[in-house]
Protein backbone atom coordinates (compact mmCIF):
# COMPACT_ATOMS: atom_id res chain seq x y z
CA UNK A 1 0.00 0.00 0.00
CA UNK A 2 1.14 3.37 -1.19
CA UNK A 3 1.00 5.56 2.01
CA UNK A 4 2.69 9.10 0.35
CA UNK A 5 0.49 11.64 -0.01
CA UNK A 6 1.01 14.76 -2.46
CA UNK A 7 2.12 18.09 -0.72
CA UNK A 8 -0.78 19.85 0.68
CA UNK A 9 -1.63 23.24 -0.87
CA UNK A 10 -0.60 25.70 1.74
CA UNK A 11 -3.21 28.29 1.38
CA UNK A 12 -6.03 25.18 1.96
CA UNK A 13 -4.23 24.67 4.68
CA UNK A 14 -4.57 27.35 6.13
CA UNK A 15 -7.96 27.81 5.40
CA UNK A 16 -8.99 24.60 7.07
CA UNK A 17 -6.71 25.36 10.13
CA UNK A 18 -8.60 28.76 10.19
CA UNK A 19 -12.01 26.88 11.13
CA UNK A 20 -10.94 26.33 14.48
CA UNK A 21 -11.79 29.53 16.90
CA UNK A 22 -8.82 31.05 18.65
CA UNK A 23 -8.32 33.81 20.88
CA UNK A 24 -6.09 37.06 19.74
CA UNK A 25 -3.28 37.64 22.06
CA UNK A 26 -0.43 39.85 21.96
CA UNK A 27 2.75 38.34 23.21
CA UNK A 28 5.31 40.90 25.11
CA UNK A 29 8.79 41.09 25.74
CA UNK A 30 11.89 43.40 26.00
CA UNK A 31 15.19 43.34 23.77
CA UNK A 32 18.46 43.31 24.91
CA UNK A 33 18.47 46.77 24.81
CA UNK A 34 15.88 46.86 27.05
CA UNK A 35 12.90 48.01 24.23
CA UNK A 36 9.69 46.69 24.63
CA UNK A 37 8.66 44.53 21.49
CA UNK A 38 5.37 42.72 20.95
CA UNK A 39 3.45 41.01 18.08
CA UNK A 40 -0.11 39.51 17.47
CA UNK A 41 -0.21 35.32 18.02
CA UNK A 42 -2.97 33.21 17.97
CA UNK A 43 -1.13 30.17 18.61
CA UNK A 44 -1.47 30.61 22.46
CA UNK A 45 -2.80 27.27 24.44
CA UNK A 46 -2.89 26.10 28.11
CA UNK A 47 -0.59 23.40 28.71
CA UNK A 48 -0.85 22.60 32.15
CA UNK A 49 -2.61 23.82 35.52
CA UNK A 50 0.13 22.45 37.78
CA UNK A 51 2.46 23.43 37.39
CA UNK A 52 1.09 26.61 35.82
CA UNK A 53 2.33 26.38 31.96
CA UNK A 54 1.48 27.60 28.46
CA UNK A 55 2.29 27.15 25.66
CA UNK A 56 2.62 29.51 21.99
CA UNK A 57 4.56 29.62 18.88
CA UNK A 58 6.75 31.98 16.94
CA UNK A 59 8.02 31.98 13.43
CA UNK A 60 11.28 31.52 12.44
CA UNK A 61 11.61 34.46 10.94
CA UNK A 62 9.95 36.76 12.93
CA UNK A 63 11.61 40.53 13.24
CA UNK A 64 11.11 40.17 17.17
CA UNK A 65 12.34 36.22 17.26
CA UNK A 66 15.86 36.92 19.02
CA UNK A 67 14.56 39.04 21.54
CA UNK A 68 11.62 36.37 22.25
CA UNK A 69 14.79 33.62 22.07
CA UNK A 70 17.16 35.69 24.82
CA UNK A 71 14.31 37.00 27.05
CA UNK A 72 13.91 35.44 30.22
CA UNK A 73 10.25 36.72 30.44
CA UNK A 74 7.29 37.36 28.38
CA UNK A 75 3.63 38.76 28.84
CA UNK A 76 0.61 37.06 26.98
CA UNK A 77 -2.14 39.71 26.61
CA UNK A 78 -5.48 38.28 26.00
CA UNK A 79 -7.08 41.09 23.93
CA UNK A 80 -10.38 42.24 24.62
CA UNK A 81 -13.46 42.50 22.01
CA UNK A 82 -12.67 45.96 21.98
CA UNK A 83 -9.32 45.67 20.89
CA UNK A 84 -8.98 44.85 17.24
CA UNK A 85 -6.79 48.01 16.38
CA UNK A 86 -4.19 46.79 18.86
CA UNK A 87 -4.35 43.54 17.17
CA UNK A 88 -4.00 45.14 13.99
CA UNK A 89 -0.84 46.93 15.26
CA UNK A 90 0.86 44.66 16.44
CA UNK A 91 0.58 42.22 13.42
CA UNK A 92 2.82 44.63 11.30
CA UNK A 93 6.27 44.64 11.39
CA UNK A 94 8.54 47.76 12.12
CA UNK A 95 7.49 50.56 13.95
CA UNK A 96 7.10 51.66 17.49
CA UNK A 97 4.36 49.30 18.06
CA UNK A 98 3.79 51.00 21.59
CA UNK A 99 3.11 54.71 20.90
CA UNK A 100 -0.85 54.21 20.24
CA UNK A 101 -1.08 51.79 23.46
CA UNK A 102 -1.61 52.27 26.76
CA UNK A 103 0.84 49.54 29.11
CA UNK A 104 2.71 49.76 31.74
CA UNK A 105 5.60 47.49 33.13
CA UNK A 106 4.82 44.21 35.13
CA UNK A 107 6.71 41.41 36.94
CA UNK A 108 10.18 41.10 35.66
CA UNK A 109 9.92 44.70 34.12
CA UNK A 110 7.59 42.86 31.05
CA UNK A 111 5.87 45.03 29.23
CA UNK A 112 1.41 44.72 30.33
CA UNK A 113 -1.10 46.05 27.82
CA UNK A 114 -3.64 47.39 29.41
CA UNK A 115 -7.76 47.10 28.92
CA UNK A 116 -6.99 43.43 28.32
CA UNK A 117 -9.55 40.18 29.23
CA UNK A 118 -6.39 38.79 30.67
CA UNK A 119 -2.64 39.12 31.15
CA UNK A 120 -0.21 36.33 31.76
CA UNK A 121 3.64 37.10 32.87
CA UNK A 122 5.43 33.56 31.87
CA UNK A 123 9.29 32.65 32.85
CA UNK A 124 10.53 31.44 29.64
CA UNK A 125 11.10 28.02 30.57
CA UNK A 126 11.23 25.74 27.33
CA UNK A 127 11.68 25.79 23.58
CA UNK A 128 10.91 23.08 21.18
CA UNK A 129 11.40 23.22 17.34
CA UNK A 130 8.08 23.11 15.28
CA UNK A 131 8.74 23.17 11.85
CA UNK A 132 8.99 26.83 10.61
CA UNK A 133 8.18 28.12 14.19
CA UNK A 134 9.90 27.76 17.79
CA UNK A 135 7.11 26.52 20.48
CA UNK A 136 7.63 28.52 23.85
CA UNK A 137 6.67 26.93 26.82
CA UNK A 138 6.05 29.64 29.64
CA UNK A 139 5.57 29.20 33.55
CA UNK A 140 3.11 31.40 34.59
CA UNK A 141 4.21 33.81 37.01
CA UNK A 142 2.12 36.05 37.74
CA UNK A 143 -1.99 36.75 35.68
CA UNK A 144 -4.41 39.01 36.07
CA UNK A 145 -7.94 38.60 34.64
CA UNK A 146 -10.54 41.31 33.80
CA UNK A 147 -14.53 40.97 32.73
CA UNK A 148 -13.77 42.02 29.79
CA UNK A 149 -15.09 39.72 26.91
CA UNK A 150 -12.27 38.47 24.86
CA UNK A 151 -11.50 39.34 21.12
CA UNK A 152 -11.49 35.93 18.88
CA UNK A 153 -10.45 34.52 15.71
CA UNK A 154 -12.00 32.58 13.29
CA UNK A 155 -12.04 32.09 9.16
CA UNK A 156 -10.17 34.90 8.43
CA UNK A 157 -11.87 37.37 9.98
CA UNK A 158 -11.94 38.99 14.10
CA UNK A 159 -15.18 37.73 15.88
CA UNK A 160 -16.54 38.71 18.95
CA UNK A 161 -18.57 36.20 21.88
CA UNK A 162 -21.65 37.31 22.71
CA UNK A 163 -24.47 36.10 25.20
CA UNK A 164 -27.69 35.64 23.41
CA UNK A 165 -30.48 37.23 25.03
CA UNK A 166 -32.76 34.52 25.20
CA UNK A 167 -29.89 32.56 27.17
CA UNK A 168 -29.95 35.09 29.59
CA UNK A 169 -33.34 35.53 29.89
CA UNK A 170 -33.55 31.81 30.79
CA UNK A 171 -30.76 31.89 33.20
CA UNK A 172 -29.11 29.43 30.83
CA UNK A 173 -25.44 30.07 29.61
CA UNK A 174 -25.51 30.22 26.36
CA UNK A 175 -22.96 32.03 23.70
CA UNK A 176 -22.53 32.95 20.21
CA UNK A 177 -19.85 34.25 17.86
CA UNK A 178 -20.64 36.99 15.90
CA UNK A 179 -18.25 38.34 12.98
CA UNK A 180 -16.94 41.92 12.84
CA UNK A 181 -16.72 43.24 9.35
Not at 19 to 26: E, I, M
Not at 76 to 89: K, Y
Not at 147 to 166: C, H, I, M, Q, W
Amino acid sequence: MNMRQEPFDPLRLRSALGSFVTGVTVVTTRNADGEPVGLTVNSFNTVSLSPPLILWSLSLHAASFDAFVQANHFVVNVLAADQIPVSEAFAKTGGDKFSNVAWCNTVADMPRLEGTAATLTCRNAQRFSGGDHLIFIGEVVSFEKSERPPLVYANGKYTRLSDTASAKQSGKTSTVLSTSD
